[in-house]
C-alpha cells in the first residue's frame, strides 16, 4: 500500500508559476511509476504527466508539454510537477498517482493509488 499527499496548489495569475509536490509513504517509492492527473469542474479527470520507477523517462499530455515539468527524488520520496506559463484551462484539481505498472502510464486505469488532490486556479 502506498499513501500519496499533494501539495503546493493555490492562486495564480496568467503566466505564472507553480510546483507540486506529492509526497509517498507506505512501501518502497521507487517501485512506481508516478503520474499527474487533473480534474476541471464539469471535466473528466485528464492525464497530465508521468515518470518512470527511475526517473529517466516521462511522458507529458499534449496541452502541457513545454510547460510542465514532471520529476522525483527518490531520497525525498517526492514527485514533483513543476509547472511554468500557467494558463486559466489549467485550472483544476490535480492529482497524483502511483502505479503497479512497468514503464511510463499515461491512462488512469493503469494507476493503483492516489492522493486526494490539491487545487490550482489560475486567474486570467
Known amino acids: 500500500q502506498v499513501q500519496l499527499v499533494e501539495s503546493g496548489g493555490g492562486l495564480v495569475q496568467a503566466g505564472g508559476s507553480l510546483r507540486l509536490s506529492c509526497a509517498a509513504s507506505g512501501r518502497t517509492f521507487s517501485n512506481y511509476p508516478m503520474g499527474w492527473f487533473r480534474q476541471a469542474p464539469g471535466k473528466e479527470r485528464e492525464f497530465v504527466a508521468a515518470i518512470n520507477r527511475s526517473g529517466t523517462s516521462t511522458y507529458y499530455a499534449d496541452s502541457v508539454k513545454g510547460r510542465f515539468t514532471i520529476s522525483r527524488d527518490k531520497v525525498k520520496n517526492t514527485v514533483y510537477l513543476q509547472m511554468n506559463s500557467l494558463k486559466p484551462d489549467d485550472t483544476a484539481v490535480y492529482y497524483c498517482?502511483?502505479?503497479?505498472?512497468?514503464?511510463?502510464?499515461?491512462?488512469?486505469?493503469?494507476?493503483?493509488?492516489w492522493g486526494q488532490g490539491t487545487q490550482v486556479t489560475v486567474s486570467s
Open positions: 498517482a502511483a502505479s503497479e505498472r512497468i514503464g511510463v502510464p499515461r491512462y488512469e486505469d493503469d494507476y493503483d493509488y
